[in-house]
């Protein structure tokens, strides 16, 4: 579902420390009136599958109440050799896809009109997440 269709590699180098602190917060708005967001607080990785999982219980919760935007996909591969196989003989095949995330960034967005819906539904979300996350909406009390 959250797999690229081309990539322009088919593999990737892991790359620097996607755990590394970085305090200036990204695509850190305040959302609108009938928005409400879900805001990364700590960086970590997010596999499809994570994605999948939180998509498919957000739509089971809202129903026809609001709609959901997505803000990320998995656009990283991960390759792995199989068990006990020698060492060398090259990088092994892709084994999954993840998306690297850093604080402040907006992961799923819900617009609706009942607030207690979205915030329901992304609580949930929350305990299905491998990072720290914030639910955040405009009060306008």
Known sequence: MFIPSKSKYKKQQKGR???????????????????????????????????LACKQTINKIIK???????????????????TEIRMGKGKGAVNSW?????????????????????????KLVQNKLPIDTKIIYYDKY
């Open 98 to 122: 993840v998306r690297k995330v850093k604080p402040g960034n907006i992961l799923f967005q819900i617009i609706t009109k009942y607030k207690s819906v979205g915030i329901r539904a992304l």
């Open 17 to 51: 420390s996607f755990r590394k602190v970085n305090l200036a917060f990204r695509n850190a708005t305040m959302p609108n009136f009938d928005e409400i967001s879900l805001r990364a607080l700590s960086s970590g990785r997010l596999s499809s599958e994570n994605l």
């Open 64 to 82: 026809r109440y609001g709609y959901l935007i997505v803000n990320l996909s998995a656009d990283t591969p991960v390759s792995k050799k199989p």
